[in-house]
């Protein structure tokens, strides 16, 4: 029931609050919804990642791509618009309490709440909600706040797989042309 109520909650209130922002939903399955925001500079992605276990907890990521898109880790452009933020070099991540260098805090509701399942949930995406300005700020300037982390995910950089794989005698893979090559961009 929290699993669901959650479920139901972001695609309704929050998707809600986001449109209210400028993003619009991207996509989305049973383990995450992502929304985009296309801006003039720079595509701002926020993703809400639901617990694969069904657990009721959810974590908020996010990122920004230039408009013109990127160069993955394996040399291939990408499109602005297909950008995931898996593939991001600088990602974030918007915990439900202030961040420690140990501990996680997903949101969610507990096993041992006094709510009911509904208004646990309600409760959860009130304070996504009130703490989302974060996330704002960290897209626009940079700045990051108590409950934000931000890590530089240096092995999605820009041919980075590509050059380790090469090393390794392992480039190219079984099968791949030389057309496959000339639409990479390095």
């Known amino acids: 029931m929290a699993v669901k109520s959650l479920r139901d909650l972001v695609k309704s209130r929050f998707a809600e609050f986001l449109k ?13 919804y992502r929304y985009r925001r296309r801006l003039e500079k720079r595509h ?16 908020l990521n996010f990122g920004k791509v230039p408009t013109e898109g990127l160069i993955d880790s394996y040399g291939r452009f990408v499109k602005a618009d297909e950008v995931r933020i898996s593939q991001l070099v600088e990602q974030g991540r918007l915990y439900s309490c202030p961040k420690l260098t140990f501990l996680e ?13 509904k208004r646990a949930a309600e409760a959860e995406i009130e304070k996504l909600i009130r703490l989302f300005p974060q996330v704002d700020r960290w897209l626009d300037s940079g700045e990051t706040g108590s409950n934000v982390q ?10 980075v797989a590509k050059k380790a794989l090469q090393a390794k005698g392992m480039w190219p893979p079984e099968g791949w042309t030389e057309e496959d090559e000339r639409a990479l961009r390095m």
């Open 20 to 32: 209210g922002l400028g993003f619009e939903q991207a996509s989305g399955n049973r383990i995450y």
């Open 150 to 159: 931000i890590w530089e995910r240096l092995h999605n950089a820009p041919g």
């Open 44 to 59: 701002d992605i926020v993703e809400v990642q639901f617990d694969k276990y069904q657990r009721p907890k959810f974590i």
């Open 105 to 117: 805090h997903w949101f969610g509701v507990g096993y041992f709440t006094m709510l009911p399942p």
